[in-house]
């Protein structure tokens, strides 16, 4: 049996997938509702999330934690693209957007996210469907999202209109997908190893299907599978359980039991019966190999035990495949993730090579290890170290009750959430011999997609067991009793500067600020300062360099026994910003200042950055968003070459690749190295007393050789200029239009200016004037937005937009985005978008404060400007006061249109000109 952390989220270097997990918080957080409202019964309990269900069929899962004060609310349908039919694949994801464009008594979704700051999406996988929002706590935020998700869940329009717009939105979106080597080889790969399954179908759809879905067969599926009794509901986070319960029941327990009969599905895929092989010829600049396997459905007890064979071969830096193909230069990256599910998945390992390489080399090495490895079991080390990621993962995602209704979607869609807790409790008892075992029964040559066929008198067919039922995968699971903890922290800003002791250990600024937090989590922020404007001119690449290499090998540790280190201490994230817990926190501060001041240099570590930098490089050259923002940059550029602030060319950070040096990186940290100065945020849970001298020891009296002053950028008026840059055979195209701004964070004007950027297009989600154009009303764009920026020490501000769309509606979007300007220059803003700008800032801006790991970046940004998070208060203040006229004013005051430059990239033989 599998949960999708194993399968999915197990040696990935390029997908990544978290669980989320919780605690129990209050007094009230840790019993179920009093009393439970008419015809609901309550179910299973496990670690603080417990089970009720309506009587028209409807799952809900609460899991009350006042730690944070924000909720999620999670609706998982169990419908996904495996349910489709002929002629209908990417309905469930179509229908996922189409979801967004409202219900009669919430008839514009998405203004209502941005008025209250949520966060949202929805997302679409192979056997389930699911929708979250994450808002600030409150009774009637939770209301609001509750009465919506009860009204769309069989009452949204699924319109005619909004599927016109959106089409062209969701084929935008597959056609960026087409611009990525990687997605379209897994998307190959995938149909190739299907005969008749329909997990041989990728998500996103045939365009075809796309295009042309007719509305009845959107609505006809809608009305059979978003019903109550195919639904899971969560709500999670800062709430009550009693009231929550009685609200629930009134609202979605409205909705009658629905009378029809779900699908049935009924289709086996067949034994593979010989190697398979495929080659996808398009225009690039990497070269990949994969192979994939056939392996048993997520219940199947083999799916667990084959994510460690993922793990062991395919992570970086301690994997085999890493050793083997990496280190000896033959692959600039390796990579093994699982995509599974209800029914039998695929297991994928591969390889990424430079042009003009050899990969069939690389192929061969690869299918060898991989069927091979059977022969040579996992090590004690590989299995404790791959057990300890994955326990440390879990135990993060435990921390975080934002993350459990998507990472419970997995779990509920192999059919019952628990089985995410079974999964779990089983990761100790693998043992190396069950994966050698298993993995000699799948990775094997007649299971293999990438051979060709061969006659063969003894085919060595894998069969692929039938899943055993989820009862008696639940029979002998026992519930574990939580015992995590932590406080109702308050983050506003009067309470972070009641609770933060603000000193200094040396040359370092010290914001540090204790709290209770559940699993005795605690963040860490080092913010470091190198050189000035004359000693670092001509330094090319070596900066970048120098910071990469830190982390490859010290005077105490290579590269994967620093990885084991770090892990050990559950270390998440980098050097100078990551999480541990209080009782790893010394450690890990020390484990950091050693990494910081003792890299060793390893030459082979330093060639093979050297080489993985430039295959990015060069993978990058045809890409419509780096080839257009490159330019756009390059236009704005005012500093000459060597200057830091210099804007390189992509041949000029080549031939900075390639001409550094070992030594000068050696130089370069013995000269610039120090963090004396430098800010250092500690939030969470530590003892102050202890942290201070600690700091002092270990960084207050480390300087750096060299003259250490801000790099302050300047205000110029550049010329503006309108390019469309050719990038061949590439489906999408990518829009960037910039502006500077003479702006500072302290200007009068910077408020009104943010407001008016958020309605414009910064606000995020699908809400603004710009998204409402380019993707609710003329569907040219999957995504875009705007970005106001402001100096913090100088005046170097900026406004810019950028958007993907296909190469033939770039220049519709250029239309659009000046017509927009244009409305809000001449007509102004109006006194409800100003009102719901309000509302939806401050919201995000109280969640922002809630998170400790942007909480403390926040108070080493701050030190650094010498001010505290009474500025944050005050600039929230002035930001509220904003008048309607103030609004607007400012907005035409900054913005002008006459001084936007545009840079489009995209294939110019699919371009047409706007009508």
Same mark, same amino acid.
């Given at each position: ?12 270097? !390029? ?129 609001? +999202?509750?009465? !919506? ?27 960026? #997908? ?9 998307? /190959? ?137 990496? *280190? ?7 990579? +093994? %993730? ?9 297991? %994928? ?66 059919? *019952? ?58 029979? *002998? ?53 190198? #050189? ?81 930098? @430039? ?34 060319? @992509? ?18 940290? /013995? ?41 302050? /950028? ?37 408020? +009104? ?6 309605? %414009? ?33 100088? /005046?170097?501000?900026? %406004? ?31 006194? +409800? ?45 002035? !930001? !509220? ?24 990239? #995209? ?9």
């Amino acid at each position: 049996m599998s949960t999708s952390f194993l399968q999915r989220g197990a040696a990935a270097t !390029m997908i990544v997938t978290g669980l989320g997990l919780g605690c129990i918080g209050p007094a009230w957080a840790q019993k179920a509702p009093d009393a439970l409202p008419k015809g609901v019964v309550q179910g299973p309990s496990v670690e603080g999330i417990t089970e009720y269900r309506l009587p028209n069929g409807l799952k809900v899962l609460l899991f009350p934690d006042s730690s944070r004060p924000t909720v999620t609310v999670n609706v998982t349908y169990l419908v996904g693209s495996r349910h489709e039919n002929y002629g209908e694949t990417g309905m469930a994801h179509l229908l996922e957007h189409l979801m967004f464009k409202g219900s009669p008594k919430h008839r514009d979704i998405t203004t209502q996210f941005s008025d209250r700051g949520m966060q949202f999406n929805g997302t679409t996988s192979l056997d389930r469907t699911n929708y979250y929002e994450v808002f600030q706590a409150s009774p009637e935020n939770l209301q609001w +999202a509750l009465e !919506m998700e009860a009204d769309r869940m069989t009452h949204s329009f699924i319109a005619q209109k909004d599927l016109d717009s959106e089409m062209t939105v969701v084929r935008n979106e597959y056609e960026n #997908g087409e611009n990525s080597p990687g997605s379209v080889l897994m998307k /190959r790969m995938q149909s190739v190893a299907y005969d008749w399954h329909a997990y041989g179908r990728s998500t996103i759809g045939n365009k075809s299907d796309i295009e042309n879905v007719k509305i009845k067969n959107l609505q006809d599926f809608y009305h059979t599978y978003y019903q109550p009794d195919n639904a899971v509901l969560l709500v999670a986070g800062k709430f009550d359980p009693n009231q929550t319960l009685r609200s629930i029941s009134r609202l979605f327990g409205a909705i009658p039991k629905p009378k029809r009969t779900l699908p049935e599905f009924w289709t086996v895929e067949p034994t593979q019966d010989g190697e398979r092989s495929f080659t996808v010829r398009r225009q690039g600049d990497v070269q990949i190999v994969a192979v994939g396997y056939k392996v048993p459905s997520g219940l199947h007890d083999d799916s667990d035990i084959l994510s460690f064979s993922s793990s062991i071969l395919g992570d970086v830096p301690t994997g085999r495949l890493h050793k083997l193909l990496v *280190d000896s230069g033959k692959a600039s990256q390796v990579f +093994a %993730f699982g995509q599974t599910g209800y029914a039998p998945g695929l297991q %994928f390992f591969g390889a990424v090579v430079k042009k003009g390489e050899p990969i069939e080399p690389v192929r061969a090495a690869l299918t060898e290890a991989v069927e091979d490895f059977s022969k040579h079991p996992p090590t004690a080390e590989e299995m404790e170290r791959t057990k300890r990621a994955y326990l440390n993962s879990i135990e993060r995602s435990l921390n975080d009750p934002a993350q459990v209704g998507v990472a419970l979607s997995e779990t509920i869609a192999l059919g *019952d959430w628990r089985l995410f807790f079974v999964g779990r409790n089983k990761i100790e008892s693998i043992s190396a011999a069950q994966v050698a075992e298993a993995s000699g029964r799948y990775f094997k040559r007649d299971n293999r997609v990438t051979g060709t066929f061969l006659p063969d008198d003894a085919p060595q067919r894998a069969v692929i067991p039938p899943a055993p039922s989820v009862e008696s995968l639940l029979k *002998d699971f026992k519930p574990q009793a939580s015992n995590l903890s932590a406080e109702d922290f308050e983050p506003s800003q009067a309470n972070i500067m009641k609770r933060t002791t603000l000193t200094t250990a040396g040359g370092v600024k010290l914001a540090l600020l204790p709290k209770k937090n559940r699993g005795q989590t605690v963040t860490v922020d080092l913010r470091q300062h190198f #050189g000035d404007e004359q000693n670092l001119f001509g330094k090319g690449a070596v900066p970048g360099l120098t910071a990469a290499m830190l982390t490859r090998g010290t005077t105490q540790y290579d590269r994967v026994q620093l990885a084991d280190a770090f892990e050990k201490l559950k270390v998440a994230g980098g050097i100078t910003h990551f999480q541990t817990t209080r009782e790893n926190l010394a450690a890990a501060l020390k484990l950091a200042a050693h990494v910081l001041k003792e890299p060793s240099f390893p030459a082979s570590e330093f060639e093979q950055l050297r080489q993985q930098s @430039l295959v990015a490089l060069e993978a990058s050259r045809g890409e419509p968003p780096n080839v257009a923002s490159r330019a756009l940059n390059e236009h704005f550029d005012i500093y000459p070459k060597g200057d830091i602030r210099h804007e390189t060319t @992509l041949d000029e950070d080549i031939a900075d690749l390639k001409s550094a040096t070992l030594d000068q990186v050696k130089a370069f940290h /013995r000269d610039f190295y120090g963090t004396n100065p430098a800010e250092l945020a500690i939030v969470g849970d530590f003892d102050a007393k202890e942290i201070v001298p600690l700091v002092d020891q270990l960084f207050g009296q480390w300087k750096a050789p060299m003259h250490v002053a801000p790099v302050l /950028r300047k205000h110029a008026e550049i010329a503006p200029i309108h390019q469309m840059l050719n990038t061949p055979d590439k489906e999408n195209g990518f829009y960037a239009a910039r502006m500077n701004l003479d702006l500072n964070v302290d200007d009068p004007d910077y408020p +009104a200016l943010m407001l008016a950027d958020y309605i %414009f297009g910064g606000g995020g989600g699908l809400k603004s004037r710009l998204l409402d154009r380019i993707r609710q009303k003329e569907g040219l764009s999957y995504g875009g937005g705007t970005q106001l920026a402001a100096g913090e020490r100088d /005046r170097a501000g900026m %406004f810019a937009v950028s958007a993907i769309a296909a190469p033939q509606n770039l220049a519709k979007v250029d239309v659009a985005v000046r017509e927009e300007l244009a409305r809000a220059l001449k007509d102004g803003f109006t006194a +409800a978008e100003l009102a719901g700008a309000k509302s939806g800032l401050m919201q995000q801006r109280i969640q922002n404060r809630a998170d400790d790991g942007t909480l403390a970046a926040g108070w080493t940004s701050y030190l650094y400007r010498d001010q505290t998070y009474e500025w944050s208060a005050d600039f929230e203040k002035r !930001m !509220m006061a904003v008048t309607l006229p103030q609004l607007n004013a400012a907005f035409r005051k900054a913005i002008d249109p006459a001084k936007l430059s545009v840079v489009m990239a #995209g294939d110019q033989s699919k371009a047409k000109p706007a009508h």
